[in-house]
């Protein structure tokens, strides 16, 4: 049974460029969530996908957008790279009508560096 | 602004020691507090997810406590081994149902 994976694993971009990090979630789970570690901090929500739509959204700005295919895996997006986007991003995968209630199966993450 | 507080930030144990770690939630409208456990490179991994103010859940030598009452969170590690060694996250989330708000996380060390 896979797990959640995440490529690419690591990513160098510069200011101003475009980045697309992509999901698969674990096998049977519907809902994906995407989010942000920045160094030394604790992972922060960026947003959450099921049924291929935006379900909630961080405190994100609009730079960041996502997309959730009928296959539920899913791709976030970054537009015009600040070096502060440097980051871990995790993706989370989980079983819709949960709630909260159930953990949330997490990736590897993906390291993305902007210079 | 929702705040989740993770003490210590890090601390270092002898094998066969045991140790405690806290975790602080806001305690109004409370809804769940989930446990991550995250080793080097690895993805973080679900310990517990507690509902009930009261709450006591145990995996092998791991335990969890809540009190929501009061917002906290205890997690205890019995006869800790060097493969406890991880970065261990809580996170909350409250009853207006918005995502899982996660602590900076407590790092533990483990020698043998």
């Known amino acids: ?14 200011r101003g460029q475009q980045v697309t990090l992509r999901c698969s979630p674990k096998s049977g789970h519907d809902t994906v969530s995407w989010y942000q570690q920045a160094l030394g901090q604790g992972p922060q929500f960026i947003f959450q996908y099921y049924e291929e739509e935006e379900r909630q959204r961080g405190n994100f700005p609009d730079r960041f957008s996502g997309h959730q295919f009928p296959n539920y895996s899913s791709e976030l997006n970054v537009n015009a ?6 980051a871990l991003y995790l993706c989370a995968s989980s079983l819709s009508g949960t709630g909260h209630i159930r953990a949330q199966y997490f990736g590897p993450g993906t390291r993305l560096t902007v210079l | 602004i929702l705040n989740v507080e993770q003490s210590p930030q890090s601390l270092h144990v002898q ?11 806001p305690s109004s409208n409370f809804y769940a507090l989930h446990w991550y456990r ?10 517990f997810v507690m509902t009930l103010n009261g709450d006591e859940k145990k995996k092998g030598r791991i335990s969890a406590t809540l009190n929501t009452k ?5 997690l205890y590690i019995k006869g800790s081994q060097p493969e406890d060694s991880a970065t261990y996250l809580c996170a909350f989330i409250n009853q207006a149902g918005t995502a899982l708000i996660f602590g900076k996380g407590t790092t533990l060390s483990v020698s043998s």
């Open chain 2, 70 to 74: 009061e917002g906290y969170s205890y």
């Open chain 2, 38 to 47: 995250w080793e080097t490179a690895k993805s973080p991994e679900a310990l």
């Open chain 1, 1 to 14: 049974d896979a797990g959640v994976t995440q490529s690419p694993t690591h990513l160098i971009k510069t």
């Open chain 1, 81 to 86: 790279l600040l070096l502060g986007d440097s």
């Open chain 2, 15 to 25: 094998e066969g020691d045991s140790t405690n770690f806290t975790c602080s939630f």
